[in-house]
């Protein structure tokens, strides 16, 4: 088993930036790939941003490419999701999600085992 525990969402006015951690813990050595989904009230969930943990391919969603980078660091088997240039359409909850499994298409929901409780981020205009 693989727990997921995100930190750092809040209210940041339209322009603004979050970082947004997502610390495992448990079998942390079986992660294949770990990725931030955000859902916003009223819709589905959708992938944001995913990266593959040895090889370090990343993968990100149209509509936040250029604005959020993720990241991870092996020692502390945390991956981050660094958010710039907020938009109010950005508001939502967003999740951490981990997977031993191999992805050849990360941006997935089924394709993880693993979710975090979330983490909101509301953007003001």
């Known amino acids: 088993q693989v727990q997921l525990l995100e930190s750092g969402g809040g209210l940041v006015q339209a322009g603004g930036s979050l970082r947004l951690s997502c610390a495992a813990s448990g079998r942390t050595f079986s992660i294949y790939a770990m990725g931030w989904f955000r859902q916003a009230p009223g819709k589905e969930r959708e992938f944001v941003a995913a990266?593959?943990?040895?090889?370090?391919?990343?993968y990100y969603s149209d509509s936040v490419k250029g604005r959020f980078t993720i990241s991870r660091d092996n020692a502390k088997n945390t991956v981050y999701l660094q958010t710039n240039n907020l938009k109010p359409e950005d508001t939502a909850v967003y999740f951490c999600?981990?997977?031993?499994?191999?992805?050849?298409?990360?941006?997935?929901?089924?394709?993880?085992?693993?979710w975090g409780q979330g983490t909101q981020v509301t953007i003001s205009s």
């Open positions: 990266i593959r943990w040895s090889r370090r391919n990343i």
């Open positions: 999600a981990a997977t031993p499994n191999y992805c050849s298409d990360c941006r997935m929901a089924p394709k993880y085992n693993y």
